[in-house]
């Protein structure tokens, strides 16, 4: 088989330069032990991976992810966002436990009606006049 060459791939990956980080990177896993998709011919690896790539082998897009997660130094994770806890003030040095805090619940007709109840406050003489 005749050498692959840049123009052989340049139809799957637009970019030259793209394409040698590619093909370099995919020279690397194969040095590293990742097994190769096409005969080897006695080829040496980046014109194995130029021709994995020419051949359509391994996608260029795959390629492109794995490249950027090597790359990466801090890999994002999705994770729940940790529930939100009301700060309740440490009363360790008091020595008070839990069980001396009483909450009050109050339902919004209780609350109305607490607001009904209340008196106006008295008009003074400066506001009269």
Same mark, same amino acid.
């Given at each position: 088989?005749?050498?692959? @060459?840049?123009?052989?791939?340049?139809?799957? *990956?637009?970019?030259?330069?793209?394409?040698?980080?590619?093909?370099?990177?995919?020279?690397?896993?194969?040095?590293?032990?990742?097994?190769? @998709?096409?005969?080897?011919?006695?080829?040496?690896?980046? *014109?194995?991976?130029?021709?994995?790539?020419?051949?359509? /082998?391994? $996608?260029?897009?795959?390629?492109?992810?794995?490249?950027?997660?090597?790359?990466?130094?801090? /890999?994002? *994770?999705?994770?729940?966002?940790?529930? @939100?806890?009301?700060?309740?003030?440490? $009363? !360790?040095?008091?020595?008070?436990?839990? $069980?001396?805090?009483?909450?009050?619940?109050? /339902?919004?007709?209780?609350?109305?009606?607490?607001?009904?109840?209340? !008196?106006?406050?008295?008009? $003074?003489?400066?506001?009269?006049?």
């Amino acid at each position: 088989m005749a050498r692959v @060459t840049v123009e052989d791939c340049i139809d799957k *990956v637009d970019n030259r330069f793209e394409l040698v980080l590619l093909a370099g990177h995919r020279a690397r896993q194969i040095s590293s032990g990742q097994p190769i @998709t096409i005969d080897r011919d006695n080829d040496k690896n980046p *014109v194995v991976a130029l021709r994995e790539i020419a051949d359509e /082998t391994i $996608s260029p897009e795959d390629l492109k992810e794995d490249l950027i997660h090597s790359l990466q130094k801090f /890999t994002e *994770v999705d994770e729940p966002e940790p529930e @939100t806890v009301p700060l309740i003030a440490s $009363s !360790v040095e008091g020595g008070a436990d839990d $069980s001396d805090i009483m909450l009050d619940r109050m /339902t919004e007709e209780e609350l109305l009606a607490g607001l009904q109840g209340l !008196v106006p406050p008295e008009p $003074s003489d400066d506001e009269e006049g």
